[in-house]
C-alpha cells in the first residue's frame, strides 16, 4: 500500500514520458517474463 503512495507522488511530480515509459516498460517485461517461463515449461516436458 506505502508503495502505491510512494508511486503516485513520484508520477505527479515528474514529466509524464516518465510515467509512461515506467509502463510501458513494466508491461513488456511482463510479457517477456510470461513467453520465457512458458518456453522453459514447455521444454522440460
Known amino acids: 500500500m506505502a508503495l502505491a503512495v510512494v508511486f503516485t507522488v513520484f508520477f505527479a511530480v515528474f514529466p509524464s514520458g516518465l510515467g509512461l515509459y515506467w509502463v510501458v516498460n513494466n508491461t ?3 510479457a517477456q517474463q510470461w513467453v520465457i517461463t ?3 515449461e514447455a521444454g522440460g516436458k
Do not use: E, K, P
Request: no cysteine; aromatic share 0%; charged share 35%.
Open 38 to 40: 512458458r518456453r522453459v
Open 28 to 30: 513488456l517485461s511482463i
